[in-house]
């Protein structure tokens, strides 16, 4: 009896591995696997995943988007590694964490990190970018790698942040930029290519145009009574309270435009890879740098917490050839894994020190999934840091989040100033309201990559000589999106 249940346990494991290399190494002689596929990275700028239909917002804002997520996979949980543009953002192009590719203004991505431009181009991708956000720019490492890359100005060399310039040019930046990327690809449809395409997105002001600008509210009623670049000044948001009791409705159906007017120009770019026949053949993804707050914790913008709101961000990608369709995947995942994943679906090698991993197995077609879940290796915490050397005094923080909790650490530079720390049970409170006293270990885990970062974190925040380096636009740029003052 005992030998036919050995016999048995080898027959399942048996089965089990055959089914695993059937799944993981396809037949070599279909011509498609020959293929490469031209990628499509579209980073929506200051985007919350709730504010799309597709995730459950209840005003239809991402019809285009909610598409191609019916044609593609939506991951619940994907979350960015900062909550401002430039760390987070470098973070998806080389799969690394904050401290190790150094990104934070004024500082570039460090040259030793590789981009996924720069490796896209050794293996013959024609590479492109059309950018609306100067924290992505040339100047900070991003154009590494790339045949073309386009910078759509913010401002036109004015002086004030509150010109009307400004505020006039935002809405119209996201339509060059749309347009410039459709162009290209209508010129350029024979060639293997990587684009890579970041809207402006939700950033404030919010601005939209019509027919967008009134879409959900009444944009022009309200845009005209509030100053959004003022809203860190206490006793202005007071008095805006005061004078609008429904505030916070009214910034996100403002909002809401933006992310209307931008989801229709997803879905220009997406009937245009139909009209020059490369759909089939284009990995597209779509995601956001960041979040925004709408003062679930006091505060508007982003880029000085790591709270919820401002670090889970949507990750729609659609494949059909290979991947999943109408799929929404639960699991835990993070910006740093997008790049692991795009290099093994080339069969690329991933640099020896990237800190994401691969979700490509669990989201791959297959008639038998469960055997992908069996092999796949699911994130069990995420790693958050932002460093903010501009400020005064200067600070880092530092977040590590698992499925149930979550530990915020401030680190001020400032001599004999007291380190704060915010830990939170998430499925009690996913709201992030009430302080705990502990995190379930999670703090020596956090003290840990605390250590690890801590020397890049001090090389960053006491060298000051990028900044003198700067072009002066690139200021100006920086200083009109209240990046700096």
Known sequence: MKKISLICIIFFISLVIFFAIFIYYPNTNDDNNNQKPNIILIVIDTLRPDHLSCYGHNRKTSPNIDSIAQKGVTFLNHFSTSSITMTSTASIFTGLLPYKHMAAFPHPIKPRALTISELLKTI????????????????????????????????????????????????????????KSMSWLRENQDKNFFMYIHFLGGHHPYKSYQPFKDYF??????????????????????????????????????????????????????????????LNNTLLIITSDHGEEFY????????????????????????????????????????????????????????????????????????????????????????????????????????????????????????????????????????????????????TILEKAIDKANSHIKTMLNENSYEEKLDKNVIEQLRSLGYIQ
């Open 124 to 179: 013959g991708y024609t590479t492109v970018g059309f950018i609306g956000n100067v924290q992505v720019s040339k100047e900070f490492g991003f154009g590494r790698g790339f045949d073309t890359y386009y910078e759509e100005e913010v401002t036109d060399k004015v002086n004030n942040v509150k010109d009307a310039k400004i505020v006039l040019t935002i809405p119209y930046l996201d339509r060059n930029i749309a347009d």
């Open 296 to 443: 679930e914790h006091g505060s508007f913008y982003h880029g000085a917490t790591l709270f919820e709101e401002v670090i889970k961000v949507p990750l729609v990608i659609s494949y059909p050839k290979l991947l999943k369709m109408n799929y929404y995947e639960p699991i835990m995942s993070q910006s740093t894994d997008i790049l692991p994943s795009i290099l093994e679906l080339l069969n690329i090698k991933c640099p020896q020190d990237i800190d994401g991993s691969s979700f490509l197995s669990i989201i791959k077609k297959s008639k038998l999934s469960f055997i992908n879940k069996l092999f796949s290796k699911d994130r069990d915490k995420i790693f958050c840091e932002l460093f903010c050397p501009t400020q005064d005094p200067k600070y880092a923080l530092f977040a590590v989040r698992s499925k149930d909790y979550k530990i915020i650490k401030k680190l001020s530079f400032k001599p004999r100033t007291k380190q704060e720390s915010l830990a939170f049970h998430l499925r009690a409170d996913p709201f992030e309201k009430m302080n705990l006293s502990d995190a379930n270990g999670m703090e």
């Open 217 to 278: 509210i009444d944009g022009d009623k309200y845009e005209n009574q509030i100053d959004f670049f003022n809203l860190l000044d206490e006793k202005y948001t007071d008095s805006l309270f005061s004078k609008f009791p429904d505030l916070l409705e009214i910034f996100n159906a403002i909002y809401d435009n933006k992310i209307r007017q931008i989801d229709s120009y997803i879905g220009e770019i997406y009937n245009t890879l139909k009209e020059v026949e490369l």
